[in-house]
């Protein structure tokens, strides 16, 4: 099955898909620009680990409405039955999993130099925190201090945008490019749900073209490779933060005409 959304599908944010659609843009994106960057460059997957909060379903198990346990009398060895009530609630704590992602660096073939970076957000780079979007920010000033072009693609309506001077439109989605040459300026591509998300240029070393990326294309490729259709139940709300009423409502029109509520 194909994605119903002409581009990013909100649905594949939910927190128990996304360590797998983030993985899977990054080798998909690689395998798309690296016939196009040969012989001179090649697109390197480099992982790291982030602790993220990951929705786990719990193991459905029975729990009996009373526990009846043999205790020993201490006078004359009988036994004597006790009974021992269950909680009157359960709930769920929050953990933090390891969770594996990755990053693309564009790299000369001759010297193994980094020419370009590509960082797929991840809700560890958006969470607010010393450990979260700081450290992000951290490692971002660091790439924009050096000779180094740096593509971000925020897939992720949640969460800390990546910092600017400049107001960002209310769109659910954004790319940025900081271009080494351009710097501060800043390409800013807003994404909409409702539109097909147009190729963007990823530059490498001058006099070298602008390889193009079609994120479109990636999306629908890892979507039918992955069957998130068989993941995915439209008929429940997108994940959170909650859409705008315009888009809110334009994503329950478009989930009903396909034919998935």
Request: net charge negative; hydrophobic share 40%; proline share 13%.
């Amino acid at each position: 099955m194909v994605s119903p959304f002409p581009g990013m599908d909100p649905y594949l944010e939910l927190p128990a898909l996304w360590p797998d659609v983030h993985n899977r843009l990054a080798f998909a994106i690689c395998d798309q620009i690296q016939p196009i960057l040969s012989p001179r460059y090649t697109a390197v997957i480099t992982p790291y680990v982030a602790q993220e909060h990951i929705g786990i379903t719990p193991a459905r198990f029975v729990v009996p409405d009373e526990a009846v346990l043999d205790r020993e009398t201490a006078a004359g060895g009988q036994t004597t039955a006790v009974v021992i009530a269950p909680p009157p609630m359960t709930g769920v704590v929050a953990l933090e999993i390891p969770t594996r992602y990755q990053r693309i660096e564009i790299r000369t073939v001759s010297d193994e130099t980094v020419v370009t970076v590509i960082e797929i957000l991840s809700p560890a780079n958006k969470r607010p925190g010393a450990e979260g979007a700081d450290a992000y920010e951290r490692k971002r000033r660091d790439i924009l201090c050096s000779e180094i072009h740096l593509l971000e693609i925020d897939l992720l309506r949640g969460g800390r945008r990546p910092s600017l001077e400049t107001p960002l439109p209310d769109a659910p989605y954004v790319i940025f490019l900081h271009r080494v040459e351009q710097r501060p300026l800043v390409g800013i591509w807003p994404l909409s749900l409702r539109e097909a998300i147009a190729p963007v240029p990823i530059p490498l070393r001058a006099p070298d073209p602008d390889v193009q990326l079609d994120l479109t294309q990636v999306l629908r490729q890892i979507y039918a490779s992955a069957r998130y259709d068989l993941r995915i139940d439209y008929r429940q709300e997108p994940p959170p933060p909650p859409l705008v009423p315009e888009n809110s409502a334009w994503l329950d029109a478009h989930l009903r005409t396909a034919g998935l509520r």
